[in-house]
């Protein structure tokens, strides 16, 4: 079974940083690409970023200039740094990943979601 594990989320004043890191674990052959969504309360779900294997990235407008994605490859795990945070960015953050569990999965590549971690920035 694979899953993905977030953490480094909590309460923190506007203007402030945050990291949050997301470990994939279990059965991996592979990780395609890796992304950071979130969803505030009242709101739909939106993609923040995303990298992938080869490290390309891409970011919501919103964000650019402020948030960075990064992974490491050898750990099975992605990063969002977060800087200059505003009260809108509160929300509840989730990573993504594409996986292959095993070589010749027949399943192939399965997307797998992390249980989310609260970001509260306060004004």
């Known amino acids: 079974q694979v899953q993905l594990v977030e953490s480094g989320g909590g309460l923190v004043q506007a203007g402030g940083s945050l990291r949050l890191s997301c470990a994939a674990s279990?059965?991996?052959?592979?990780?395609?690409?890796m992304g950071w969504y979130r969803q505030a309360p009242g709101k739909q779900r939106e993609l923040v970023t995303a990298?992938?294997?080869?490290?390309?990235?891409n970011y919501a407008d919103s964000v650019k200039g402020r948030f960075t994605i990064s992974r490491d490859n050898a750990k099975n795990t992605v990063y969002l740094q977060m800087n200059s945070l505003k009260p809108e960015d509160t929300a509840v953050y989730c990573c993504?990943?594409?996986?292959?569990?095993?070589?010749?999965?027949?399943?192939?590549?399965?997307?797998?979601w992390g249980q989310g971690t609260l970001v509260t920035v306060s004004s």
């Open positions: 993504n990943a594409d996986i292959l569990p095993t070589k010749e999965d027949p399943r192939g590549y399965l997307e797998v």
């Open positions: 279990g059965s991996i052959f592979s990780i395609n690409a």
């Open positions: 990298i992938t294997s080869g490290g390309s990235t």
